[in-house]
């Protein structure tokens, strides 16, 4: 149920504050004064289309929000979990839409930022509206199956929810299929291609790390005369001595027989003696591996040309499969995978078949069931429409769902469903986009809506004008059924017509005053005699005369008493 709406800065409502009421609320009010606004605002906080042109003028953002009392909806459970938002534990929920003038767009349940799809999603679960021109909608023949679908409930919907699975199984099925058998030759020239790169990848015995060790092997073969130079020199220091000098091997032994006799002199000089003996060990070892280090270092052209042969060998592999080496083997991993199955493409395309075949035997078996749900829901919804249309002055309508082949597999099944009616008995069926008029447009759908919500559950419908072209004892029809509907469901319904208006539960007028300049809309519910003032109006325009209060105050009666 729908507690309460609030609107600011939406069209020319600057700020609106409405409770809604069980039951009945009808919303009525002189042509313009935003009756229809009011209606657009629902819309948005439902989910439906937002635009930066419905941002009131000289502000910078528009909110609607709704509040509703979901206890009885068990269905939202899930789908709010699904989002991380907790069940209300006071059966209270939150929506509400911003539209800044930017083109921002923001959706909000319970204060949590949500995505427009899922608010979508929570919005058909709230509210349905049938607004002006819906009945159109019924034009579209498209729409025809869903709303069949729609009717037959979970005994419709499980099966379509399965064929629409193994459509789309079978749909990449066939995608793979005809990838894996394009065209032999080219299929050919591509496995040629493979085996030249992978055996040029092959034959070059790649690993990891080889690319940096060469590189470092390089600069020392390139500088190996100065290394010669600097390791002959340090050596020499070290070890030899350099022009009549003593090396320092040399100074640190003498040194070390110094203090050996200065400790027979003084014990506590143990320590001095053990620090010269190690730093000359470690300097005849580091004397030791400068002299091998540089006998490995000698200069080799030989070798450096076949280092740098390596690495150009290396780098042209690069250009063409990889930036590194890791790259290239990736890519040789790669193209080795694709070899593989291009080689036993064969063995995979009679894979592919068996599984296509598989794939549309269960398809035909999964649309045949749910070509059996259309047709059992699609006699419960012909023999419910005609009890409706009856009650709603059509009863010399017959209506019929034509069900036809379709010419190919579709998601959706393999039936199109059409509406067929005859106006007139003795008439042939025709498809209802050809031959009816408004006025039956509007009140079949009107009783569309009755058995959908009914299917749905769904708590709150809104009508915008469904009494738009209709009138004598056809609107009265619709009036009882609105009424009859609004025992069973909280009914919105904006009217013109007092027939209409007499039933409401609540009824709330809506009106507009100009106020600094500015056209502001405001909202009142009506008590007993502001309600007969109201109805008053409609009968008779801007004229009130007895007579109009008499008709109205009649109407009342009458409708409280049914």
Same mark, same amino acid.
């Given at each position: ?20 009421? %069980? ?24 989910? @439906?289309?937002?635009?930066? !042109? ?8 528009? /909110? ?25 534990? =006071? ?5 509400? %839409?911003?539209?800044? %003038? ?84 080219? *299929? ?13 990848? *092959? ?27 600097? &390791? ?16 320092? &091997? ?21 320590? /001095? ?59 040789? =991993? ?41 047709? =059992? ?9 005609? *009890? ?6 059509? @009863? ?21 469903? =059409? ?18 008029? @408004? ?16 299917? !749905? ?31 069973? *469901? ?36 009506? !008590? ?9 109006? /409609? ?15 009649? /109407? ?7």
């Amino acid at each position: 149920m729908l507690l309460s709406l609030f609107i600011r800065n939406f069209g020319i409502i600057e700020l609106l504050n409405m409770d809604l009421h %069980r039951g009945l609320n009808v919303l009525t009010g002189e042509t313009g004064a935003g009756k229809s606004i009011i209606v657009e605002a629902l819309q948005l906080v439902l989910g @439906g289309r937002a635009s930066a !042109d419905l941002v009131r003028t000289g502000a910078k953002k528009a /909110m609607v929000q709704a509040t509703f009392a979901v206890s009885g909806l068990p269905s939202l459970t899930p789908l709010l979990e699904e989002q991380g938002i907790d069940e209300p534990g =006071d059966g209270i929920l939150f929506i509400s %839409r911003e539209i800044a %003038r930017s083109g921002k767009n923001i959706c909000r349940i319970n204060g949590q930022v949500v995505t427009l799809g899922f608010y979508k999603s929570i919005g058909r679960n709230l509210a349905d509206l049938h607004v002006q021109n819906e009945q159109n909608s019924l034009l579209d023949q498209d729409r025809h199956r869903e709303l069949l679908d729609r009717f037959g409930g979970k005994e419709v919907l499980e099966p379509l929810k399965k064929v629409r699975s193994i459509f789309n199984k079978w749909k990449e099925a066939r995608l793979h299929f005809e990838k894996i058998s394009g065209d032999a030759g080219e *299929r050919a020239r591509r496995l040629d291609l493979l085996r030249y790169e992978i055996e040029e990848i *092959r034959c070059e015995n790649l690993r990891q790390g080889e690319e940096e060790e060469l590189t470092a092997e390089k600069r020392v073969l390139a500088n190996s005369e100065r290394i010669c130079q600097l &390791t002959t020199e340090a050596y020499a220091l070290l070890y030899e001595g350099v022009g009549g000098q003593i090396s320092a &091997t040399d100074l640190l032994a003498k040194a070390s027989t110094l203090i050996k006799n200065l400790t027979a002199l003084d014990e506590r000089t143990e320590s /001095m003696l053990g620090s010269l003996q190690n730093a000359l060990y470690l300097v005849e070892d580091a004397a030791r591996e400068i002299f091998n280090y540089r006998d490995r270092a000698e200069y080799s052209p030989n070798r450096l040309d076949a280092v740098e042969e390596r690495l150009e060998r290396i780098e042209r592999l690069k250009k063409r499969f990889g930036n590194s080496i890791s790259e290239v083997l990736e890519y040789l =991993d790669s193209a080795s995978k694709e070899l593989h199955t291009l080689e036993n493409v064969e063995e995979k395309l009679e894979e592919a078949k068996i599984q296509l075949v598989d794939l549309e035997a269960a398809y035909n078996q999964a649309t045949a069931k749910l070509r059996a749900a259309r047709k =059992d829901a699609a006699k419960q919804l012909e023999e419910a429409m005609s *009890r409706e249309l009856g009650s709603l002055e059509m @009863g010399r309508i017959e209506f019929r769902l034509g069900i036809f082949e379709l010419a190919a597999p579709s998601p959706s099944g393999t039936e199109r469903i =059409d509406f067929m009616i005859s106006p007139n008995p003795g008439e042939p069926l025709k498809p209802l986009v050809k031959i009816a008029s @408004g006025g039956e447009l509007s009140r079949i759908m009107l009783a569309l809506k009755v058995l959908l919500a009914e299917a !749905d559950e769904i708590p709150v419908l809104v009508f915008d004008e469904v009494d738009s072209g209709i009138g004598g004892r056809a609107l009265q029809a619709v009036a009882e059924k609105i009424s009859r509907l609004g025992k069973r *469901r909280q009914i919105i319904c904006v009217t013109h017509s007092a027939q209409v208006a007499c039933y409401a539960g609540a009824h709330h007028r809506i009106s507009k005053k100009f106020e600094g300049g500015r056209t502001i809309t405001q909202v009142e519910l009506l !008590d007993s005699l502001e309600r007969l003032e109201e109805l008053a109006r /409609m009968l008779g325009g801007k004229d009130i005369t007895e007579i109009t209060r008499q008709h109205a105050g009649q /109407m009342l009666r009458f409708a409280a008493k049914h």
